[in-house]
């Protein structure tokens, strides 16, 4: 796990490496099933839903980083993989594994050494 800037957030958050996301994957698939279930069956709105819901992927999540107070809309974001190198221009990750230029900064993937 690295604290990195998720531009998807806006903010600094821990990113997930590999091992670390297929222990959370699945808790986080499951909870979204029972979330989409509860509210098929009771008629009400995602925050009731998500309330009253199996918190195991929210325990894991805080198990792996530490992290309190995370949605599971916000994990799905924080897989490592799911972005590109480091910067060396401004530090922040590149928005894809495929992105040539540094949304952030400008700085171009060829010129990031």
Not at 6 to 31: F, I, Y
């Amino acid at each position: 796990m690295e604290i990195e800037y998720c531009w998807r957030v806006g903010k600094e958050l821990p990113m997930l490496n590999e091992e670390e996301w297929a222990q959370l994957s699945p808790l986080l698939s499951d909870t979204v099933r029972k979330i989409k279930a509860y509210r098929a069956e009771h008629g009400c709105d995602i925050p009731t839903a998500r309330a009253n819901c199996d918190p195991r992927a929210v325990a894991k999540f805080e198990e792996l980083t530490g992290h309190k107070n995370i949605g599971y809309d916000v994990m799905f974001y924080l897989r490592r993989s799911s972005y590109g190198p480091k910067c060396s221009s401004c530090g922040k990750l590149f928005r894809t594994p495929k992105a040539k230029l540094c949304a952030s900064c400008g700085q171009k993937l060829e010129s990031n050494a």
